[in-house]
């Protein structure tokens, strides 16, 4: 008889084990644990449950919940199980002991020591225990059958016998190695990868262990900082998801994304190739080893299920989708959206035609995981800060199981093997469910009518236009516009021509620039704005004339002595700047207002007596402008007399209308537009552009450079270019 279902979580304040369909109830011999529990972990196996407490760590029997063992080791921040359950490996942060050396902080521990059964519950030997810095990949990677590990270290990957992790077995040098993948199959493969680095290409290689001489498979590419390395259930094939963090055509804000294909043996590797633009969000393997599913492309997604050579057997409708997942059988496929999608989870039957069994709305969930007997779907809220809980799903669509938690961390299934579980329908029949569920249920409030989309009153009742319409409802499929702008054409925004909504033809009248195609209004509109940018064209033209005249006029009216004074007032920079008639000059009483502003602050207190001084003429009716000056006090010589009691004086200039009236007119002056050059400059300055790139790629590659076939192909093209250069007249100096 096979075990029955079980799942394990870890809130913020207790751990507990639960026991799944039909009972929905916490494993009775477990107690649990309260305080500040850092982390927990189920073993591969399915036999071994353990958690960290602050001082120590805990190991328990997952059928019965009794402990079995623990470990006096404090501060534990992670921890995890090799493959059969025979070692249990713990990670603490890193430190410094007194005399500055890194402490070793990565542990293995036997999980039960046979040689010490008498002292179980104290702490066992210890394997093994090495630097681990980084948190991210800390774990040792083992062998299907426990008898070998593996660890990254500086441009190698070190291997040990699982027994003894003091001396290391053999070594992978492999130069600026910065990830790997042990196989999880009875081969004992290997995966190593290294990123672009100084020109030279991303590089994935495949060996045996522990045959390092040379790789039996291989695959190079360019766009590649970093990639995940996913082995099929058998090791006999690998998919390469490799990422960049810059996408350089500026389709994506999040850099781009490529996949490849890899047999171990080496016979075959291929890109994938995808018929939909867009990024790759998720891609798995079958139990089966013998195909795999990718989500891709700019919403709504595209997935599609391909065979071991890359070929596409069949593809579901689009929709907001990003995870996929098959069921531990391989029957099942379900196809998501979470994260920041609405949460719907589509389930299709493999084995009926890809018939849909069901739709589920998880929202906001942030953990998905099929049940070991496939019946049953786990999501979890987790890590937010309200509305965490757990509910179980039956593979029809129906909701099982409910329960509400404060700050749930961490949830999984126990791990069991899908032959452990009899072979029966997992459709039908249909389970009851628990009483958490059906009161879910009753309080959940199931709107009467979809609210959809919101549209204004204008258009309600009427039929959407297809620019408005998403590619899965009939709308037209999104497409970059080829710009390497980020700014237009990215994440569903600008990559379709503009529309107007509810007319017939999907183009704007007039937008290719055709005055036939256009409406009378349209045209009227058009030429209007032809005709007020010539005017402004003018007025700017007309502008520049005038202000240029009037600047010559007024330098040449004022008489020698007045522009001697002038210069004479420019220089006074630290001097004093105040009115003649006050320094006992014989040019008393008089001011030059405007023309002789001092600098500094007396600058400030100039300006504003003269603008009380217009603002005084506006007043009485005339303008403060010189043909209009209060002549009632001047003098022989036309100057106006200053007031004793006026504190500061102000005469305005006089102009010589003789002298202004002979003045020579002013040259026209023409407004031109930069860069004017005809359009066969511009075609020869482009065409020679590339002729500069191509003597730059042959250098390269004459330095010992490998260059993309892109890039070889850019060369083969020189002839051609020098050929059009030749017919435009250029020629090479």
């Not at 304040?13 to 850092?38: D, T």
């Not at 042990?182 to 991303?202: C, D, E, L, M």
């Amino acid at each position: 008889m096979s075990e029955p279902l079980q799942f394990a979580f870890r809130t913020s304040k207790s751990i507990g084990i639960v026991n799944a369909a039909p009972a929905y109830e916490s494993l009775s011999g477990f107690q649990r644990p309260e305080g500040h529990l850092r982390s927990s972990a189920y073993s591969p196996c399915g036999r071994y449950f353990a958690w960290a407490a602050p001082e120590q760590v805990f190991v328990v029997d997952a059928s019965v919940g009794h402990v079995v063992t623990s470990l006096n080791t404090p501060k534990v921040f992670e921890l995890g199980f090799s493959p059969l359950g025979t070692f249990i490996i713990t990670w603490q942060q890193p430190m410094k002991d007194e005399n500055g050396d890194a402490v070793k902080n990565l542990k293995v521990w036997r999980t039960i020591d046979e040689q010490h059964a008498e002292n179980r519950g104290e702490e066992q030997a210890l394997v093994g225990k090495f630097v681990q810095k980084s948190q991210t990949n800390w774990n040792l990677q083992y062998t299907h059958d426990e008898k070998y590990c593996a660890r990254s270290v500086s441009n190698e990957i070190q291997f040990y016998e699982s027994g003894d992790l003091g001396t290391v077995w053999n070594k992978l040098r492999v130069e600026g190695v910065t990830d790997f993948a042990i196989a999880p199959g009875s081969t004992n493969r290997i995966a190593v990868f290294t990123p672009v680095h100084k020109g030279q290409p991303a590089l994935v290689k495949v060996f045996n262990v522990p045959e390092f001489d040379a790789p039996m498979s291989q695959k190079n590419f360019f766009k590649g900082d970093k990639v995940q390395l996913k082995w099929n259930v058998q090791g006999t094939g690998l998919i390469v998801k490799a990422e960049t963090e810059v996408d350089q055509s500026g389709k994506s804000y999040y850099g781009e994304t490529t996949l490849y294909l890899l047999s171990a043996t080496g016979d075959f590797d291929s890109r994938i190739t995808l018929d939909k633009e867009g990024p790759i969000y998720d891609v798995a393997w079958s139990p089966n080893s013998k195909e795999f599913s990718v989500v891709y492309g700019f919403m709504p997604a595209k997935t599609t299920i391909f065979n071991n050579k890359a070929e596409a057997t069949h593809s579901f409708a689009l929709g907001p989708r990003n995870t996929v997942k098959f069921s531990p059988n391989g029957r099942f496929l379900l196809v998501a959206g979470f994260g920041n999608l609405a949460g719907q989870m589509d389930i299709y039957d493999l084995e009926k035609n890809f018939e849909k069994v069901a739709t589920m709305q998880g929202s906001n969930a942030s953990v998905c995981e099929w049940s070991p007997d496939c019946r049953y779907l786990l999501t979890a809220i987790a890590r937010l800060k309200v509305d965490n809980g757990i509910r179980i799903w039956h593979v029809g669509g129906g909701l099982m199981f409910n329960e509400d938690m404060h700050e749930l961390l961490q949830v999984s299934w126990r791990p069991q093997s899908p032959t452990t579980h009899p072979p029966v329908d997992p459709i039908h029949p249909v389970p009851e469910p628990h009483p958490s569920a059906l009161d879910f249920l009753s309080k959940v409030k199931t709107p009467s009518k979809p609210a959809g989309a919101y549209r204004p009153p204008g258009a309600r009742g009427t039929t959407t236009p297809l620019a408005f319409m998403r590619e899965d409802q009939g709308g037209a499929a999104y497409t970059v516009n080829g710009s390497t702008s980020l700014g237009s054409g990215v994440n569903g925004f600008g990559g379709r021509r503009r529309e107007v909504p509810g007319a017939e033809l999907a183009t704007v009248p007039g937008a290719d620039g055709a005055e036939g195609e256009m409406s009378k209004a349209a045209l009227k509109n058009k030429k209007k704005r032809e005709a007020k940018k010539a005017k402004d064209s003018a007025d700017k033209q007309s502008t520049l004339t005038t202000g240029e005249r009037s600047q010559r006029s007024r330098a040449n009216s004022r008489s020698p002595e007045r522009r001697n004074d002038r210069e004479r007032n420019r220089s006074k920079t630290n001097g004093d700047l105040r009115p003649r008639s006050q320094t006992g000059g014989t040019e008393g009483g008089y001011q030059e207002g405007h023309s002789n502003r001092s600098r500094g602050n007396s600058q400030n207190r100039d300006h504003r007596n003269g603008q009380k001084s217009k603002y005084n003429l506006r007043s009485q009716g005339r303008s403060p402008g010189p043909n209009n000056r209060d002549t009632s006090n001047a003098g022989p010589n036309g100057r106006v007399a200053q007031d004793p009691t006026s504190p500061t004086p102000i005469r305005h200039p006089r102009l010589d209308i003789t002298a202004a009236a002979s003045l020579p007119v002013a040259p026209d002056l023409t407004v031109t537009t930069p860069g004017g050059s005809t359009p066969t400059d511009k075609k020869v300055r482009a065409l020679a552009k590339k002729l500069r790139a191509i003597d730059d790629l042959k250098m390269r590659r004459a330095s010992g450079e490998v260059l993309e076939t892109t890039q070889v192909k850019k060369m083969d093209t020189e002839d051609s270019i020098r050929r059009e250069l030749e017919g435009l007249g250029w020629k090479d100096e």
